[in-house]
């Protein structure tokens, strides 16, 4: 799984949370993902709306272009109705999580994106 986030105390909280139960990447903005998902393939990518260098949810709208099978999850610290539709008609994500995210929840949604992902027939 992928995660994206430009916040290096959160990201090291949900590597450590994530790692023991996904091969886990991480990038620190949209760009560096961008170049990421270039090299390789992932099942989930998790990540934050509001990066320097470009929007989660921008990120997630391309990814979903060229990576249609991949699980899109955002985080964010508030969804307005306007992100709300975009996220269900652009990004097609799986799911979104509002801040501040309890890690438990984190693990739960990224196992039900894998499981979804694998129910769909597409091969890792």
Do not use: C, W
Request: hydrophobic letters at 50%; glycine letters at 4%; zero cysteines.
């Amino acid at each position: 799984m992928l995660l994206v986030d430009d916040e290096q105390a959160l990201l090291e909280v949900f590597s450590a949370a994530l790692s023991p139960v996904f091969d886990l990447t991480t990038a620190t903005t949209a760009r560096e993902a961008d170049f990421i998902l270039q090299k390789k393939t992932f099942q989930v990518v998790v990540a934050d709306h509001l990066m320097p260098g470009g929007n989660g949810m921008n990120f997630l709208v391309r990814a979903r272009e060229e990576f249609p099978h991949m699980q899109r999850i955002l985080v964010t610290g508030y969804m307005k109705p306007e992100m709300l539709l975009r996220s269900v008609n652009e990004a097609a994500l799986f799911r979104y999580l509002l801040k501040p995210v309890a890690i438990a929840e984190l693990i739960k949604v990224v196992q039900d994106a894998v499981k979804a992902r694998a129910a769909s027939g597409v091969a890792p």
